[in-house]
């Protein structure tokens, strides 16, 4: 009788994590550590970074692309990751993607590879006719109820809080910085350059 009610209380916990997510959805975002015990400090601009050794790995970050594709992050290791949480339908996600678009050209050769996370979007359409628009060339996930934004990240870590987040993967497949605002793009090199320099 007790095993009837654990699917229920695991989704009631997912409904609970998304709806917090929706609340601070779209927003200025934040600097919140989450918590107090995630390592991390406070970079400029807001951006908040790791120490090296404190870093957290992501849970699995796999699933499919807006087209269609198998997609996983970990068959990314060795090369920096920038993770963008975005959707089609949030200003400051429009205003940042031109910015993605022209870094994630202009430093692919230095190692540095680019995923989206698509959110909250009802259907691939939009999310497509987003990518098109601001001639985003790297894959996105599509992640309509946000559970991959969930349970992708460990609790305690520099998880994405708000929409637009930027998540930065170091080589080794850990959570190096994260930015919870839309970018330009001198804040967004700011914040890959330290990894990409690390060794």
Known sequence: MSFSHAPRAAMLTGLVAAGVLTLSSCGNGGTSGGGGDTNYIQGSGGIGVVAKGERQRPNDLKGESLQG???????????????????????????????????????????????????????????????????????????????????GFPKGSLNPQTIPSTIVLDRDGKIAARALKALGESDLRKMIAPVIAEK
Not at 73 to 102: H, I, Q, T, Y
Not at 119 to 146: N, V
């Open 69 to 151: 594709a198998a997609l996983d992050v970990a068959d990314l290791k060795g090369k920096v990751v920038v993770m963008n949480v975005w959707g089609s339908w949030c200003p400051p996600c429009r205003a940042e993607a031109p910015n993605f678009a022209r870094v994630a050209k202009d430093m692919k050769s230095k190692g540095v590879e680019f995923v989206g996370i698509d959110t909250r979007d009802t259907s691939k359409q939009a999310a497509l006719a987003f990518e098109k628009d601001y001639e985003i060339d790297y894959p996105s996930f599509y992640d309509p109820s946000g559970k991959l934004i969930v349970n």
